[in-house]
């Protein structure tokens, strides 16, 4: 079956740590996305990658990196440089046509 | 203004009654719109679109209202299992990715 796989589902990182969460899909889609959600929160976007080798930034990007070298993974890490990363984070893609998002099941990153 | 917002509720209701959200967007020029449902630290998942001439799917309507700048979602005979968060997504023209509202929340009681 064709979908968006994320893990881990619970991480927890060190204080000056980084961290890095993985999101692989298998529907050939160009778009992939990061969100971060608070609780009580809407998404808010880090990161969004439209096709292989480019990313840009979203509307929370410090203290988080992307890369997309390949088209089906879109990996975010979490440096230590973001002092508040406690969240539930989404990956998603969209197909050519911008319609829906699909949506992984989501990693719950915490501070220890 | 939020580019995208909701009423955060929660709406409590009992088994059986109908619900209606709405959701307010800021730019006049967005055109794509969707309702989705999110169940508490799990991934949202696509309720339905709203078609500029409304939509039903079973017990669930969307209509989309251009003039005053909001789309609804209405639930017909409330389930114990509609409750949940619904969100309300937009395409802000000039952004690549879609905008979500901060969601309201929905509680069906016995």
């Known amino acids: 079956d064709g979908g968006i796989t994320q893990s881990p589902k619970y991480l927890f990182r060190k204080e000056g740590q980084n961290v890095t969460l993985s999101c692989e899909q298998n529907?050939?889609?160009?778009?992939m996305y990061w969100y971060r959600q608070d609780p009580g929160q809407g998404l808010r976007l880090i990161y969004y990658s439209q096709i292989v080798n480019d990313f840009q930034k979203g509307d929370i990007a410090e203290g988080y990196s992307v890369s997309r070298e390949k088209k089906e993974s879109f990996p975010l890490t979490v440096t230590s440089a973001q002092k508040n990363p406690t969240a539930f984070y989404l990956c998603?893609?969209?197909?050519?046509?911008?319609?829906?998002?699909?949506f992984g099941s989501g990693t719950q990153l915490s501070v220890l | 203004r939020k580019e995208v917002e909701q009423d955060p509720g929660p709406f409590n209701v009992p088994e059986g009654a109908t619900v209606a959200f709405n959701c307010t967007y800021s730019n006049s020029a967005s055109q794509s719109f969707f309702w989705y449902r999110q169940d508490c630290r799990k991934e949202p998942k696509l309720l339905m679109s709203?078609?500029?001439s409304g939509n039903e799917d079973g017990r669930f309507t969307a209509q989309l209202n251009r003039a005053s700048q909001y789309i609804s979602l209405l639930i017909r005979d409330s389930k114990l299992s509609d409750s949940a968060t619904y969100l309300c997504?937009?395409?802000?023209?000039?952004?690549?990715?879609?905008?979500f509202g901060s969601g309201t929340r929905l509680q069906v009681q016995p």
């Open positions: 529907l050939n889609h160009d778009a």
């Open positions: 998603a893609s969209q197909g050519p046509k911008n319609e829906k998002l699909f």
């Open positions: 997504v937009v395409n802000i023209p000039g952004r690549r990715a879609l905008t």
């Open positions: 709203v078609y500029s």
